[in-house]
């Protein structure tokens, strides 16, 4: 139940993030809008961490059969000391999902990563007729504070630029 509560409000947070971070700086196009579903051929392939996900970029990798690769992916702060701004990074395998039909939230993906207890989940949104992801990344020493790390789908091939 607490696994519950906790995955719902960051999937919450994270596309809260997401629509307030692209309005934050004034209008820049339209409003993100949040699908009410996803397909799996939408899905599978290379997905890139946008700029302000911090360098260098993260890269998600989402296979045919459900299983995915990571590189460089954000999942929390190294800090405190003088290396305050770089992020934990993270090169594994796993398998994924994505949800559609969880009740009062928008579809999103959950990536659960082998050799480790963990899973992050990624809230769906779509930009200027794009579909992207969002991930809410945890800076540690600031309870409650996060930053928005933001992904495109650059390529239908998840091997596409090995």
């Known amino acids: ?19 307030l971070g692209s309005s934050a700086c004034g209008p ?4 993100p809008v949040l699908p009410e579903a996803v397909h799996h051929a ?14 260098p970029l993260p890269v998600v990798r989402l296979r045919d ?8 992916f954000p999942i929390e702060w190294a800090g405190p000391g003088p290396d305050d701004d770089k992020v934990t990074r993270l090169t ?5 999902h994505a949800v559609n039909k969880d009740p009062g939230l928008t579809p999103y ?4 990563f082998e050799n480790r207890n963990d899973h992050r989940s990624l809230a769906f949104y779509v930009e200027n007729g794009e579909l992207r992801m969002s991930v809410s ?7 409650g504070v ?6 495109k789908r650059t390529s239908a091939d998840p091997d596409f630029g090995r």
Do not use: H, Q
Request: one cysteine or more.
């Open 42 to 55: 939408e899905l599978v392939g290379r997905w890139d961490g946008a700029p302000k996900c911090r360098k």
């Open 92 to 96: 594994v395998d796993g398998k994924w």
């Open 109 to 112: 993906l959950v990536l659960r």
């Open 65 to 72: 059969d459900y299983g995915f690769s990571v590189k460089n």
């Open 1 to 19: 139940m607490k696994n519950d509560v906790l995955r719902i409000g960051a999937i919450l947070a994270t596309a809260a993030s997401a629509l």
């Open 28 to 31: 820049s196009g339209p409003a």
């Open 137 to 143: 990344v945890p800076v540690v020493g600031e309870p």
């Open 146 to 151: 996060s930053y928005s790390c933001a992904y």
